[in-house]
């Protein structure tokens, strides 16, 4: 009899054995796994790192090319220039509207007064809210690229002297300065990006001694310079 029970003894031992060096087995395994699993996401987070440091590095280079203007983008300002060219021609304003492009950093666009004004009048038009609004649009469009918007009033040599206006110094100052204001009040372009001025009669773009020439005199000029000029 003693003989069997030392036998199952034997037997439950065998199998306590067993237990135990599975769960030691698992315990391993276990650790291992963790040990991998820090490894890899090590790895994801130096990833990532190498990733932000070349992007920084990236951006450092394209400010540097453009003479530390961070924000200043060649290419934005000239599809600025592109897009106004071809809303000028698809909306049938070639006559009314001209764009040109002043080196790499400036754009003019130049607005004839018989499409913004009554004659001898600075109040808009109503028929010349639309052709503005488009413009205000392209322009906030591509706002991050624009320093400054300079709106200049430019009249004929024909002298003006009404209740309104005593000269064409205050119907050229009116003029730029109600444009301005409508693209305050329409494009949510900071203030700061602004300036208006009247130059009366004093610079013509043409001959004064035709209709022709006069009606190209008066006139509304957009100087628009990009955020990579820093002049005045």
């Known amino acids: 009899m003693s003989s069997k029970f030392e036998d199952e003894d034997d037997d439950e031992e065998e199998g306590e054995g067993w ?42 280079v394209s400010s540097s090319s453009t003479g530390g203007g961070g924000n200043f983008d060649l290419e934005e300002f000239n599809s600025l220039y592109e897009h106004m060219k071809t809303y000028v021609v698809e909306a049938g304003l ?50 991050e690229a624009i320093q400054m918007i300079r709106i200049e009033g430019h009249t004929d040599n024909r002298p003006i002297k009404t209740s309104a206006f005593d000269s064409n110094w205050e119907l050229s100052t009116s003029r730029a ?28 773009v043409a001959d004064n001694d035709t209709d022709e020439g006069r009606g190209r005199n008066r006139r509304v000029d957009f100087y628009i310079k990009s955020m990579g000029n820093d002049t005045e």
């Open 19 to 60: 237990l135990a060096s599975y769960s030691d087995l698992m315990t391993d395994l276990l650790a291992v796994f963790v040990i991998l699993f820090s490894f890899a996401m090590m790895s994801q987070v130096a990833v990532i790192q190498a990733e932000r440091k070349a992007l920084e590095e990236e951006r450092n």
């Open 94 to 143: 070639s006559e009314q509207l001209n764009v040109e492009k002043l080196g790499d950093e400036e754009i003019l666009l130049r607005i004839s007064a018989s499409i913004l004004f009554d004659s001898g009048k600075a109040d808009i038009a109503p028929d010349a809210v639309p052709m503005l609004q488009n413009i205000s649009d392209i322009l906030v469009y591509y706002q």
């Open 177 to 204: 300065v109600n444009v301005l204001k409508h693209l305050l009040e329409t494009s949510g372009i900071e203030a700061k990006k602004f300036s208006a001025i009247g130059y009366s009669e004093f610079y013509p």
